[in-house]
């Protein structure tokens, strides 16, 4: 995986806020920096840009305190529901046992043209 874009929000928004012990997460997509220094997605379709947008939100949590292991509820939108078993097979090798609870969302397009983006909440147990 390249490494996370963490804080570069393709809009106006914050790409993660703490509210008390909880970090809420913005969508994240495979992006990773271009050229210009904007996100650009990685190339490859559904797969590598799950890769890469639990990578981005692993960064995002990170910058705030918390990892994928602190995730308790996250959503997965989809451009293509034909890639929910895909999906499944990234999430498992990607996030620490038992998973978070999980809401899959078909979607008729996403920003930049991708192809999944990921959300999540995480708490700060400590």
Known sequence: MTGPVAGVPVGPYSPAVRAGGWVVTSGQLGTVPGRDGRPVLV????GPQLRQALANLAGVLSSRGVALA?????TVFLVDMDDFSLVNEIWVAHLPAPPPARSAVGVAALPLGARVEVEA?????A
């Open 43 to 46: 190339e490859g379709g559904t």
């Open 70 to 74: 602190d995730v308790v509820k996250a």
């Open 121 to 125: 909440w995480a708490y700060a147990w």
